[in-house]
Each structure stands twice: as structure tokens, then as C-alpha cells.
């Protein structure tokens, strides 16, 4: 079995998704290869539906001519792929969820309430729609294929927006869905449920994810994401056009790749596959034949002490210090739990070793929040003048510089930081997690498009 995922950009307009199904047919059905296919919404749906939802809760009346776009796209998009005999079904079908979905805008709209769960249901409907109208459209392409709503069968918490799986029931669950039906399963990507049957979803970007989790749960020989790129590049090729493509990866590259922007992967999509050591390929929708890119165990791209630098372009740092932090046990450990408490996610952590100053890098959504938070739990510290102001400085972005080969292997950072010295840009920040699996820099944002330019042609280009 073989679990392949189309992102958005692979299912654009009905050209695209015909085009996907010519690959489905060529390279899998025909080679009687046995196959499970998880699609995204179409390209830029599930921004619409955040905005739809967004405008019903301003009251904003507008959403409803931005619902009949989509309720049109759609429709358009299911007609050019199917006979005029079969358009009546398929409005059928399609109606049924757009009833639902101006039912729940409507209340949206009435009550101004626009909780996370119902922000959640909303958006689920782009995966239901693009892959009730692909499922169809196989079909009348000849392929024996049937619409599998995941979420029925992902099971998670309550934690709607970015739940999080309980894969014991999960695995269970799919491990008998699949036994019972032997046609293709037309998966949707990214929702899921919770106990309650409420829907869910795992986080935007999540239907690498679904992937994974089915994979796994059903020992899948391969786990395939189809993109618009040949595999995970060294750089963002947005934003560094000499980025070239990388044979292989391994999963914890891959993972801190994408942890620190590469949006190629989304980062929780490594962990099933690495639990049952399930190799992930990622491959160009728009140019089959190019290998694209492993994600395995144990990379073979010898050379390579770094495989790649990514960024997250805009963070806020908040910098915590004071002399009566020094040999203070537990600031640390207090400053994460209040943060995380809130939901606050820390992407990258700093200590100076006189523990003069702890330096946090979060999202700027967070900068200030974060301030009040930590000001409020160590007020008695501020008040006696251990520890000072809490500082958030804004307009910074971090470079993550990954490769598993930078492990004992001296003078990586040195060529790092002098890529960016003999280009006058500052380091503001820096962090190397001990597994020497990554070395993470912040700097001011407007130095980021060079800095990555520097490095990438420092100490990748010439290895390509
Ligand atoms: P999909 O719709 O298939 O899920 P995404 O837009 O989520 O596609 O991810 C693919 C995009 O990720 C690429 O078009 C590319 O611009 C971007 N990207 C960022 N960093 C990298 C990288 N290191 N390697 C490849 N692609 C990258
Ligand atoms: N459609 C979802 C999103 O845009 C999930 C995905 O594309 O992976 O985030
Ligand atoms: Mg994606």
C-alpha cells in the first residue's frame, strides 16, 4: 500500500486535478499498485472559508457573495471534469454541504460568535468539497474509488485549530475502515474529530499530516506528498532561486526544516512515519518524472554537512534579565510553564551561561502578551530589582541552518556567522540545540533576504 497526498496546489482548477488523475491512473492503478489518496482543499479554499467565517461574524453581509465564488468554483471545477449527464448529481451532492455551510455562516452571523470549534467546522468544508468532487470524477474515469470523510476516523482532543491525536483509537479505527472496503479511498486531509464527534482540524498545513497518520496506521511501503516543487530544496526557493533539490533527508532534518518555516512539510507529519520507519517521498505534481526527495533513517547525501536554511520571517524576541537572576534556580522552568500555560509556543530559547539573561524568540502575535504574562508571575522579583523590565524587541526573523552532519564536525558555525560578518549583517541571537542537528539565528528582518542569499552560496551552492 502506498498513501499519496496532493496538496493544494496540486488540485488548483480542474485542469491540474485532471491532470493528478492521469498520474493516478498512468503510475498506480494500471501497475495494479494499491493505493489510498489524501487531497487538500482547492488552492486557497480554506483562507477563503477563515475569511468567510471572519466577515458572518462582523456582520459583515458580504460573506455571503464570497460563499456563492466558492459554491461556483466548485461547481465549475465538477462540471469540466464530468459528462453533463452526471451534473445534476453532482449539484446534488454539493448542495448538501453548501446548505450546511450557510446554515452555520448564518449563525455565525446572527449570534456574532465565531468560536474556534465553529471556525473549525467551517473550514472543513474545503476538504469535503474538493474530495467528494475527485472521488466523482475517478469514477467516471473508469477508477474504482470511494469518499472517505477522515474524520470520522482521526480521533483527537478538543484542542480545536491544532488537535492532537489519539492515535490508539485512530489506528484502530482506520485498520478496520480499510479491511472492510477495498476501494481507493479518497481521504480528506487535514480534519479530524473529537470524541464528541465534533469536527477538528490538525493544524494548517495538515493533510501532510493525515498522510502520515494513515501510513502508519496501515504500514504503508511508502508515504508519497505531491507538491509543486522537485522535494524539499535547500532553501525556500522564494526567496533563494540558486535552491536546489536534495536526494534525501532524514526524518529529523526534515523535521527541524520545517519546524523553522520550510512549509513544504508540515513538521508533526515526520513522527508517525518515523515511529514505523515508513520512508516519506516527496515528489512535483508538475514534473513527475524528477526523483523529488527521500525522508529516511539515514540520509546518503554524503557531502553535505548542512542541507538547507530555513527562515521564519517574522518573530518578536523577549528578553528576560536582571543580577538577581544569576544562580536562581527555576526562572527557567517558571518562564515556560506560565508561557505554555497560555499556549504560548517558544520557538527558540537562549541563555547566556552568567545566567545574566534569558532571550525567548515567539510569534509577534504573542510579543506582548508574553510581556504581561511574565511581568505578572515574577512581580515580586521586579518589585525587590532581581530581574528588570521584560524587553520585547520586534521585526526579527530567525535561519535555521540544519544538517545531522554538522554533528562533531568543527568550523560549520564559524563559516555560518563569517558568511554573515563579511556581509555587515548583526546576529542578534543565537541557539544550537545540543543534538548539533541545527544552529538557529535571529537578525533583523530586513537583513534576511541577504543573510540567506550569503550562506546558501557560502556553504551550499558549490555542493550542488
Ligand atoms: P501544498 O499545497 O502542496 O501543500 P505548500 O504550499 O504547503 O504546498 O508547500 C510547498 C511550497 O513550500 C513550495 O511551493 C515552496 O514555495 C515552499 N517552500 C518553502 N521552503 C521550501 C523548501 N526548503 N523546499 C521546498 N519548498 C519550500
Ligand atoms: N487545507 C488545509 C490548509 O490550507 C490543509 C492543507 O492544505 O494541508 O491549511
Ligand atoms: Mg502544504
Not at 488537535?163 to 479505527?173: G, M, Q, R
Request: a positive charge; charged letters at 25%.
Amino acid at each position: 500500500m502506498i498513501v499519496l497526498k496532493f496538496g493544494g496546489s496540486s488540485v488548483g482548477n480542474a485542469e491540474r486535478i485532471d491532470g493528478v488523475i492521469s498520474i493516478l491512473i498512468d503510475s498506480y492503478i494500471n501497475k495494479k499498485k494499491k493505493i489510498a489518496v489524501v487531497f487538500s482543499a482547492f488552492q486557497g479554499v480554506t483562507d477563503k472559508f477563515i475569511e468567510i467565517g471572519k466577515l458572518a461574524f462582523q456582520r459583515k453581509l458580504s460573506y455571503k457573495a464570497e460563499i456563492e465564488q466558492l459554491i461556483e468554483r466548485h461547481y465549475d471545477t465538477a462540471f469540466r471534469l464530468n459528462p453533463t449527464s452526471m451534473h445534476e448529481q453532482i449539484v446534488e451532492n454539493l448542495d448538501r454541504l453548501f446548505d450546511d455551510l450557510k446554515e452555520v455562516t448564518h449563525g455565525v452571523y446572527l449570534v456574532r460568535e465565531l468560536s474556534p470549534r465553529t471556525l473549525d467546522y467551517i473550514q472543513s468544508f474545503g476538504e469535503r468539497l474538493s474530495n467528494t468532487i475527485i472521488a466523482e470524477s475517478l469514477c467516471n474515469r473508469g477508477v474504482e474509488a470511494e469518499y472517505l470523510d477522515a474524520s470520522s476516523l482521526v480521533k483527537t482532543n478538543s484542542e480545536f485549530g491544532n488537535a492532537k491525536v489519539n492515535f490508539p483509537v485512530t489506528n484502530k479505527n482506520i485498520a478496520q475502515h480499510f479491511k472492510k472496503h477495498n476501494k481507493v479511498q479518497i481521504i480528506t486531509g487535514f480534519i479530524s474529530s473529537t470524541e464528541k464527534n465534533e469536527i477538528t482540524t490538525l493544524g494548517r498545513g495538515g493533510s501532510d499530516y493525515t498522510a502520515s497518520i494513515f501510513g502508519a496506521a496501515l504500514n504503508a511501503g511508502a508515504i508519497e506528498i505531491w507538491t509543486d516543487v522537485d522535494g524539499i530544496l535547500t532553501a525556500d526557493p522564494r526567496k533563494v532561486k540558486e535552491a536546489f533539490s536534495l536526494k534525501s533527508v532524514t526524518y529529523e532534518e526534515a523535521m527541524e526544516l520545517s519546524h523553522f518555516g520550510a512549509k513544504v512539510i508540515y513538521p508533526p507529519t515526520m513522527l508517525p512515519a518515523l515511529q514505523k520507519k515508513i520512508k516519506i517521498v516527496i515528489k512535483n505534481t508538475f514534473n513527475p518524472s524528477h526523483p523529488g526527495t527521500e525522508i529516511i533513517e539515514k540520509s546518503s547525501s554524503e557531502k553535505m554537512l548542512i542541507k538547507g536554511i530555513s527562515s521564519i520571517d517574522d518573530i518578536s524576541i523577549i528578553r528576560v534579565q536582571g543580577g538577581g537572576m544569576v544562580g536562581v534556580t527555576g526562572v527557567a522552568g517558571r518562564l515556560f510553564t506560565v508561557l505554555a500555560r497560555h499556549g504560548i509556543n517558544i520557538i527558540l530559547i537562549t541563555q547566556a551561561s552568567s545566567e545574566h539573561s534569558i532571550c525567548l524568540a515567539v510569534l509577534p502575535k504573542f510579543g506582548e502578551h508574553a510581556k504581561k504574562i511574565i511581568e505578572s508571575e515574577f512581580k515580586l522579583e521586579i518589585i525587590e530589582g532581581k530581574i528588570g523590565e521584560v524587553v520585547v524587541e520586534d521585526e526579527l526573523s530567525i535561519i535555521a541552518v540544519v544538517g545531522e552532519k554538522m554533528r562533531h564536525t568543527i568550523g560549520v558555525a564559524g563559516k555560518v556567522f563569517n558568511a554573515l560578518g563579511k556581509k555587515g549583517i548583526n546576529i542578534i541571537a543565537i541557539a544550537q540545540g545540543s543534538s548539533e542537528l541545527n544552529i538557529s539565528l535571529v537578525i533583523n528582518k530586513n537583513n534576511l533576504t541577504k543573510a540567506l542569499l550569503s550562506i546558501h552560496k557560502d556553504l551550499l551552492a558549490r555542493l550542488k
